[in-house]
């Protein structure tokens, strides 16, 4: 699913695998000597490797995948190919195909009763859905997904559905109602003890309260993701929030703090060389600084922000 921007965190990096895991990987596939289920799974782990940086290879290979699948009657195999194309689909924006792979995924997994795998085909529909912006049908497969999950007690699948719901009311302007489904989601982190999914659902509600108004609870939710965030050593993540930091603060009229968060940022990311995030923060600045009537500098971050996005990658 695409996500707002400000609390997205999982960044897309081009080669996920060197080209000697690729190579050993097509050698297992190649090996008809091998059980079927072996192949499979190489050729499904090189198809999932490229949906991202390279979505028409991962086409190429979960095709393969799921004629092979098919010829012999592994249909849970099949199921997983048509996943990965529905993924492969929706990374090139291309919804009706996603919708369709996606759809004849859960009907498959149903068939053979993997349920697990059925309350992510449907959680995969509403992302599909959300992106499409038809938020209420989104919201519609989020809740059949978080159903099956709650039968089979997978608690990590209701909470990522928890937070689709969010996405879809906080899309709708329903803020209040968007960080009401995060609190639920972020108490199933606890729980679990998912130090990350508690940062995140910490900064997501700080979103949602900025959105709706309240800054100054923004502030506070904004700020106990990033102790967390600290004490786990999460660096992107801490970039991310004191982003968001730096943002409200110029939201309170406080340039000086603004800024100084903002090269926090600034300073982590580009130890990192993470450059979407890098363009961020520099975006930022570049706000700020016009804001201070302060052109020349403004446009020098500007200008920077710009020459990174254009080299980054979509997602």
């Known amino acids: 699913m695409k996500i707002v921007m400000l609390f997205i965190v999982l960044l897309i990096t081009i080669g996920t695998q060197s080209q000697s895991d690729r190579d050993s990987l097509m050698r297992v596939w190649n090996d008809e000597a091998l059980a079927d289920t072996s192949r499979l799974n190489a050729i499904a782990q090189l198809g999932f490797d490229f949906i991202d940086p390279a979505p028409d290879s991962a086409i190429h290979y979960a095709l393969i995948q799921n004629k092979f699948a098919v010829e012999r009657g592994l249909k849970e195999y099949s199921a997983d190919a048509l996943d990965i194309l529905g993924r492969a689909y929706e990374s090139k924006g291309e919804l009706s195909d996603a919708f369709n792979y996606f759809q004849r995924s ?6 053979v009763g993997n ?47 928890l937070n689709g719901i969010a996405y879809c009311f906080f899309q709708q302007g329903q803020f209040v109602k968007a960080a009401e489904y995060v609190q639920q989601s972020l108490r199933i982190s606890e729980e679990l003890e998912d130090d990350n999914g508690i940062a995140w659902g910490l900064n997501a509600i700080g979103v949602f309260y900025s959105r709706g108004g309240d800054i100054e609870k923004a502030l506070e939710y904004y700020k106990k993701g990033l102790e967390i965030n600290e004490r786990i050593g999460a660096r992107i993540s801490i970039a991310y929030s004191l982003r968001n930091i730096g943002n409200t603060y110029f939201r309170l009229g406080d340039p000086e703090k603004s800024l100084d968060f903002y090269e926090r940022s600034l300073v982590i990311s580009e130890e990192l060389n993470d450059k979407r995030s890098i363009a961020m923060s520099l975006s930022s600045i570049g706000h700020l600084l016009s804001e201070l009537d302060e052109m020349d500098r403004a446009m020098e971050y500007y200008q920077r922000s710009l020459s990174l996005s254009k080299g980054s990658v979509r997602i």
């Open 115 to 161: 349920r697990k795998n059925s309350a992510r085909a449907l959680y995969a529909i509403g992302g599909v859905k959300w992106t499409a912006g038809d938020y209420e049908m989104a919201k519609e497969y989020h809740h059949r997904s978080m159903a099956i999950a709650n039968e089979i007690g997978d608690k990590g699948r209701v909470s990522s559905c």
């Open 106 to 111: 859960y009907e498959l997994y149903e068939e």
